[in-house]
């Protein structure tokens, strides 16, 4: 017998299952916006995860995740949909948002999808909302208390899923850092005892010094990254989205590298053209991925190497490059240049570092709908690019 209603149970129920056992929290996500759509019968559906800390809301996964698409893009409590959920607790239709003053224009503009009708529900775990599911533009009719059920029933399995795997993430995250906390400790203990023995020349007491004053360096940059990586992997990483400028951030970059380019004897060549079309996203966080690859190109470059910063428009994106003439990386250490704390052997004898400014650039530049990769031939340089979509004049905010 036919029951539409009996199979999307059925389907709940099976995605219910699937999604316990999904530990990658991007993964999980999008599977969960995938079934919010199938079983209420949407065209789209989005996630957002909340942070009680900020009492902020963002943006995390969508079905119709185009290029444009920001993830992390903050979203206010106050006076938005998503936001009236959180507060209430409680599922919300709309079945016209456009004249509703709470919905938030922002994600719409960002995403370039329009939305009609809406239905969303908090996500609740242990009695605290962790975010909101929402199930957009009903493909016929209207949003009715069957969805509501079964939306419910859905973000009640995604709500401990979710759960889970960001325990999971900072599980494994927490070990990876402990384990890598050894070798500087290890290193300031060695030194600290041997600057006690009274027999220890003045240059190896100098040397000493130099290598506790390094290594606390090293573990203050760590802590550093390794919050900056929480805080992307665990999908709470705050986004301040707009418009912006490429060059002006290419150009401060190389303003605030010109230093240690110098320093080491180096020389920057540029082709930024004077026009890009304008980027949507977080200006400081690019600025973030930039510096970093500026710095990667300085610290592993030959001496009297060169370093060529270049931008151009292709397609869809604008691409940017940086190219050093440094020795290279064997093709057998390609793959693992993007996770985190990996460093190509023999990288401690050249240059101070942690092995986590990669695996940063590429978090952050997926969450822009872009994507980074490194091309290198061994013995000649090496160079990383990264490539940004960029929206139409006319999809932007005013
Ligand atoms: N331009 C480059 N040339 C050669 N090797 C590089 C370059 N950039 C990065 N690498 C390698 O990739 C590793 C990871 O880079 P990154 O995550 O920025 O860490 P870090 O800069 O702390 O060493 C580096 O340790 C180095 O081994
Ligand atoms: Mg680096």
Same mark, same amino acid.
């Given at each position: 017998?036919?029951?539409?209603?009996?199979?999307?149970?059925?389907?709940?129920?099976?995605?219910?299952?699937?999604?316990?056992?999904?530990?990658?929290?991007?993964?999980?996500?999008?599977?969960?916006?995938?079934?919010?759509?199938?079983?209420?019968?949407?065209?789209?559906?989005?996630?957002?995860?909340?942070?009680?800390?900020?009492?902020?809301?963002?943006?995390?996964?969508?079905?119709?995740?185009?290029?444009?698409?920001?993830?992390?893009?903050?979203?206010?409590?106050?006076?938005?949909?998503?936001?009236?959920?959180?507060?209430?607790?409680?599922?919300?239709?709309?079945?016209?948002?456009?004249?509703?003053?709470?919905?938030?224009?922002?994600?719409?503009?960002?995403?370039?999808?329009?939305?009609?009708?809406?239905?969303?529900?908090?996500?609740?775990?242990?009695?605290?909302?962790?975010?909101?599911?929402?199930?957009?533009?009903?493909?016929?009719?209207?949003?009715?208390?069957?969805? @509501?059920? !079964?939306? *419910?029933?859905?973000?009640? +399995?995604?709500? =401990?899923?979710?759960?889970?795997?960001? /325990?999971? %993430?900072?599980?494994?995250?927490?070990?990876?850092?402990?384990?890598?906390?050894?070798?500087?400790?290890?290193?300031?203990?060695?030194?600290?005892?041997?600057?006690?023995?009274?027999?220890?020349?003045?240059?190896?007491?100098?040397?000493?010094?130099?290598?506790?004053?390094?290594?606390?360096?090293?573990?203050?940059?760590?802590?550093?990254?390794?919050?900056?990586?929480?805080?992307?992997?665990?999908?709470?990483?705050?986004?301040?989205?707009?418009?912006?400028?490429?060059?002006? @951030?290419? !150009?401060? *970059?190389?303003?605030?590298? +010109?230093?240690? =380019?110098?320093?080491?004897?180096?020389? /920057?060549? %540029?082709?930024?053209?004077?026009?890009?079309?304008?980027?949507?996203?977080?200006?400081?966080?690019?600025?973030?991925?930039?510096?970093?690859?500026?710095?990667?190109?300085?610290?592993?470059?030959?001496?009297?190497?060169?370093?060529?910063?270049?931008?151009?428009?292709?397609?869809?994106?604008?691409?940017?490059?940086?190219?050093?003439?440094?020795?290279?990386?064997?093709?057998?250490?390609?793959?693992?240049?993007?996770?985190?704390?990996?460093?190509?052997?023999?990288?401690?004898? @050249?240059?101070?570092?942690?092995?986590?400014?990669?695996?940063?650039?590429?978090?952050?530049?997926?969450?822009?709908?872009?994507?980074?990769?490194?091309?290198?031939?061994?013995?000649?340089?090496?160079?990383?690019?990264?490539?940004?979509?960029?929206?139409?004049?006319?999809?932007?905010?005013?």
């Amino acid at each position: 017998m036919d029951n539409p209603l009996l199979d999307r149970y059925i389907r709940m129920v099976e995605v219910s299952r699937d999604i316990a056992s999904i530990l990658d929290l991007d993964v999980l996500l999008f599977r969960v916006v995938q079934a919010a759509a199938d079983v209420t019968e949407a065209t789209a559906a989005s996630i957002l995860l909340y942070d009680e800390s900020n009492n902020q809301l963002y943006f995390q996964a969508s079905t119709n995740l185009d290029s444009h698409v920001m993830r992390g893009l903050v979203v206010p409590v106050k006076g938005s949909l998503a936001g009236t959920i959180v507060t209430s607790r409680e599922p919300l239709i709309v079945q016209d948002t456009d004249t509703d003053p709470r919905h938030f224009e922002g994600i719409g503009q960002t995403t370039n999808f329009d939305t009609s009708s809406l239905l969303g529900v908090p996500l609740i775990h242990y009695g605290k909302v962790i975010g909101v599911l929402e199930a957009l533009n009903k493909r016929d009719g209207t949003f009715n208390a069957e969805d @509501i059920e !079964l939306l *419910s029933g859905l973000g009640a +399995q995604a709500a =401990i899923a979710i759960e889970n795997a960001r /325990l999971f %993430q900072q599980s494994d995250l927490i070990s990876e850092m402990v384990h890598e906390l050894r070798t500087p400790l290890a290193s300031i203990n060695t030194a600290a005892h041997l600057l006690m023995r009274p027999e220890i020349s003045a240059d190896q007491r100098s040397m000493m010094t130099e290598t506790i004053q390094k290594e606390t360096q090293r573990l203050s940059e760590m802590a550093t990254s390794f919050l900056d990586l929480a805080r992307l992997e665990s999908g709470r990483s705050q986004f301040q989205v707009h418009p912006f400028e490429l060059r002006p @951030i290419l !150009l401060d *970059s190389i303003n605030v590298m +010109q230093g240690r =380019i110098t320093q080491k004897g180096l020389s /920057l060549e %540029q082709s930024i053209p004077d026009e890009l079309p304008l980027l949507h996203g977080d200006a400081d966080k690019i600025k973030q991925v930039v510096l970093n690859l500026l710095s990667n190109a300085i610290k592993y470059n030959r001496p009297d190497g060169v370093i060529t910063l270049t931008c151009r428009v292709e397609d869809e994106h604008v691409l940017c490059a940086v190219e050093d003439t440094g020795r290279g990386i064997l093709p057998e250490h390609m793959q693992g240049l993007f996770q985190k704390f990996y460093r190509v052997p023999g990288s401690e004898q @050249i240059a101070e570092g942690t092995g986590l400014g990669l695996s940063i650039c590429k978090k952050i530049i997926e969450a822009h709908g872009g994507e980074i990769k490194a091309d290198s031939e061994p013995g000649v340089g090496t160079t990383f690019s990264f490539v940004l979509p960029y929206s139409s004049p006319e999809t932007l905010p005013a």
